[in-house]
Structures are given as structure tokens and as C-alpha cells.
């Protein structure tokens, strides 16, 4: 098994698991650029709560390796090529990007950072559920770790692989639909028994460790639209919320869900089940305003999405009184934690 030591010396480690870039969000939410592919030199900071200096430093020590990862810098008709393209309003003559994959190679070689320190702990564990490796008599005490870890790794199976393909022959299968349906059901519930028995063994061992809350997000990921309504209502109900409705269909005037706090106030929620790498953006937020202020009169309104928002549409978000529940704090309530809004 790899561990952190040689990740952050090895380059040709840290070259194995590039690709794996979902883990950076599964630890704290990317902002990217308006083109959704890259993110500044002052972002890449930001993320990892260092300096500008730090990361600049960083990329004058391992610049060929970075460049192999995606990092460039932009100058002339290229920046502003780019400048137009993205809306970016700004008089420098070069522009430093970094995209994802650069990112998370930044977070293989910053050892002063407790963010990357917690992507390279997520990202090894990911590592160890990929491969294979028998494990002989493990001690007692590995007994729960070791439960958690076989759960996750069947849910990711179940979510991402058994689910989908019983999707595709259910649309394309007449004869056996009701059957094939009835299939689905079964796997789809001992997926949900699985989950929630590793969450409750990652509740255990969370405070122990001080590791991010993962392992849920694999098969929201694998759900369609209206199941993903389902289990954001399913959440509400769970902390308290009353008259629960998922609208559905075309006439839901901008909203999924509307219910009440368990003091009266009326909600609305917005789902989106976007990729990882996507970000909601502040059109996307400003439609639900509308909807959400205008349409729906309401008290709470929180938009839920399973990627990350963008900059501006989380200022929108703190300007106009909307919960913005991005990947990872949709992931904590997903595991228990509750939302400040509605208590």
C-alpha cells in the first residue's frame, strides 16, 4: 500500500493517481473559473489555506513535473483569448492555471497544509479500497476499520456498476420489466443497508482519526434526478421538517421540494445532480431566487448539489439568504450532521 511518505517523494507515485481528482472535493469544495476547468494561483491558496508565496514557491521547485500535469501560464493573444472566453476582468499580463489534475499534484507535494495533508489521507484510502491486496488476520482492534472500508467498496460496486446496468435493461426491456424493476429494488436496498452501516461506522471513527466524512457520495452520484430529490427530502424529514413534497415534472415553477421547519417556516430546495467536476454557477442561482423568493414566497431556501459553486454563486448565495449545500456539506448532512438553517 502507498503511504504518504513516499507520495510526497515519489513522482512517479504521484503520477499513478492523478486522475483521481473527485477526492479534492470530497474534502473541501474547488471554486474553478468561469470555464469550469482551472482555477489561479491565488485559488490553489485559498483551497489549501497557504500563501500565494507557498504555491509560487512550490511551482518554481517542481514546475516540469507540474507542467506534466497541466500547469501552464498564459501570456498575449492566448491570455487574452482566454480573458474574453471566461469573462475575466483583468490587466495582468500573464495569468497562471492550474487545472484539476494540477491541483491535486499540488496537494502531493505541500506538506505545510492541513487540507492537502487530508487529500492525500482520502486519497490513499481510496487507493487501498482500488486494489486488491489480501489482508491476513487483522488485529481486533482493525476489526470495524476494515468492515467500513469492504461496505464502501460494495456500495461504490452497487452504486456505480449492478445500478446503472439494471437501469439500461429496464428502458430497453419490455418482457421483463416488472421483474428486472423488482431486481433493482433489491440490490437498491441492500446498497442503502450497506451505506448506512458503513456511515454509522465512520461516525465512530471520524472523531478518532480526524478524517473527512466520506464514502456517501458514491451512490448519490450513481442516482438519477428524482431519486436524488428523494433522499434530499428523506434528509429533511429526518431532522425534523414537516409536509415534505417532491414537485416533479414540468410544473414545479423552479422548485423540487418544498416542506416546513419544525417551526413553521416554509421551504424551498433546488437539487442538482451535476458530475463532480462541474460547479453551479450564478445564472443557475439566480433563477432560483426568482423562483425561491418571488414565486414560492419562502423562508428557507436551500440549493443542493452534489459539485461545487462557483465563487459568485456563493456570494449570491450570502447576499440573497440562500443555503448554498455544496459536495461537502452535502455529504456531513448526509451523514448526520444536521443544517444550522434549520434549526
Not at 491486496?133 to 488485529?139: L, S
Request: proline fraction near 3%.
Amino acid at each position: 500500500m502507498i503511504n504518504e511518505t513516499a507520495l510526497l517523494e515519489s513522482q512517479t507515485l504521484r503520477g499513478s493517481v492523478l486522475d483521481r481528482t473527485d477526492v479534492l472535493d470530497r474534502v473541501k469544495a474547488l471554486s474553478l473559473l468561469p470555464d469550469g476547468m482551472h482555477v489561479t494561483t491565488a485559488m490553489v491558496a485559498s483551497y489549501f489555506s497557504v500563501t500565494v508565496e507557498v504555491i509560487r514557491a512550490l511551482v518554481h521547485d517542481h514546475r516540469a513535473e507540474l507542467e506534466a500535469s497541466g500547469y501552464r501560464v498564459l501570456t498575449g493573444t492566448e491570455l487574452s483569448d482566454f480573458k474574453q472566453l471566461s469573462g475575466i476582468q483583468s490587466r495582468t499580463r500573464s495569468l497562471a492555471l492550474f487545472p484539476r489534475r494540477a491541483v491535486l499534484n499540488i496537494a502531493m507535494l505541500l506538506r505545510d497544509s492541513e487540507v492537502a495533508r487530508q487529500v492525500r489521507v482520502y486519497l490513499l484510502d481510496m487507493e487501498y479500497l482500488a486494489r486488491t491486496q489480501p489482508v491476513e488476520n487483522p488485529a481486533p482492534a482493525d476489526t470495524a476499520s476494515l468492515d467500513a472500508r469492504i461496505d464502501q467498496r460494495i456500495t461504490h460496486i452497487l452504486g456505480r456498476t449492478v445500478v446503472p446496468l439494471f437501469n439500461t435493461l429496464i428502458e430497453t426491456s419490455g418482457e421483463h420489466r416488472r421483474e428486472l424493476t423488482s431486481l433493482r429494488a433489491g440490490v437498491q436496498r441492500i446498497e442503502k443497508r450497506l451505506q448506512q452501516h458503513h456511515t454509522r461506522l465512520q461516525r465512530l471513527e471520524a472523531p478518532r482519526e480526524g478524517r473527512p466524512l466520506a464514502g456517501v457520495m458514491a451512490a448519490m452520484d450513481a442516482m438519477n434526478g428524482r431519486e436524488f430529490e428523494e433522499h434530499v427530502a428523506g434528509l429533511l424529514r429526518r431532522d425534523g421538517c414537516t409536509d415534505v413534497v417532491v414537485q416533479g415534472g414540468g410544473r414545479d415553477r423552479g422548485i423540487d421540494i418544498t416542506a416546513l421547519t419544525a417551526d413553521g417556516r416554509r421551504i424551498v430546495v433546488q437539487c442538482k445532480r451535476f458530475a463532480p467536476h462541474l460547479s453551479i454557477t450564478s445564472p443557475e442561482l439566480q433563477k432560483f431566487l426568482g423562483a425561491a423568493k418571488v414565486l414560492h414566497d419562502s423562508d428557507v431556501a436551500l440549493f443542493v448539489a452534489t459539485c461545487p459553486f462557483t465563487r459568485d454563486a456563493l456570494n449570491i448565495a450570502a447576499e440573497s439568504g440562500i443555503t448554498a449545500v455544496h459536495r461537502g456539506l452535502l455529504e456531513e448532512w448526509s451523514a448526520g450532521a444536521g443544517l444550522t438553517i434549520l434549526e
